[in-house]
Antibody, heavy 119, light 108 residues
Framework: EVQLVESGGGLVKPGGSLRLSCAAAGLTFSGHSMNWVRQAPGKGLEWVSSISSRSVYIYYADSVKGRFTISRDNAKNSLYLQMNSLRVEDTAVYYC????????????WGQGTLVTVSS | DIQLTQSPSFLSASVGDRVTITCRASQGISSYLAWYQQKPGKAPKLLIYAASTLQSGVPSRFSGSGSGTEFTLTISSLQSEDFATYYCQHLNSYPPYTFGQGTKLEIK
């Protein structure tokens, strides 16, 4: 069974840092681009960042560019999101998701990890 | 960047009803659209990709259609487990991957 499991969320003060992890199982992790998507409380889905299978191509949403860094370790079947200079508006559930198929539909998704930025 | 607008934002319906949700793109995107279902406290689940291809394991009462700028998700006969929020997403070979704002389907 293909499974993605996020971890690393928690409560952090504005300006602080946090590192999220996403562990993959049941798939050829090194063969797929991976993504982070977030969802603020009561709001819709927002794509955050993407990384290609061998980390050659990396993209960020404008809202996190310069503050967040996506990375992966194919030997460990793991995806990461280093979040620095966190803001209250970064409060959200963060999901990792595999990009699949010719045009990168997202499947599957992890269960999500909650990041709360508050003083 | 392409914008996706879903309508309606809220929809109230009864078990057995046929419902349709629309997603409009700000410019033509061929058939590069996916639909997701999200239940409270859960991760989104892929229902349809390439506008009309049903993901494996998804019930056949779900269907998608459209191309260019207008797309629809139809549930032919609502079941109790279908009450959820639905999102469309622009598919592409590279980001950004835009989502619609969501349609919350509630029990009447």
């Amino acid at each position: 069974e293909v499974q993605l499991v996020e971890s690393g969320g928690g409560l952090v003060k504005p300006g602080g840092s946090l590192r999220l992890s996403c562990a993959a199982a049941g798939l050829t992790f090194s063969g797929h681009s991976m993504n982070w998507v977030r969802q603020a409380p009561g709001k819709g889905l927002e794509w955050v960042s993407s990384i290609s299978s061998r980390s050659v191509y990396i993209y960020y949403a404008d809202s996190v560019k310069g503050r967040f860094t996506i990375s992966r370790d194919n030997a460990k079947n793991s995806l990461y999101l280093q979040m620095n200079s966190l803001r209250v508006e970064d409060t959200a559930v963060y999901y990792c998701a595999r990009a699949y198929g010719d045009f990168n539909w997202f499947d599957p998704w992890g269960q999500g990890t909650l990041v709360t930025v508050s003083s | 960047d392409i914008q996706l607008t879903q309508s309606p934002s809220f929809l109230s319906a009864s078990v057995g009803d046929r419902v349709t949700i629309t997603c409009r793109a700000s410019q033509g995107i061929s058939s590069y659209l996916a639909w997701y279902q999200q239940k409270p406290g859960k991760a989104p689940k892929l229902l349809i990709y390439a506008a009309s291809t049903l993901q494996s394991g998804v019930p056949s009462r779900f269907s998608g259609s459209g191309s260019g700028t207008e797309f629809t998700l139809t549930i032919s006969s609502l079941q109790s487990e279908d009450f959820a929020t639905y999102y469309c997403q622009h598919l592409n070979s590279y980001p950004p991957y835009t989502f619609g704002q969501g349609t919350k389907l509630e029990i009447k």
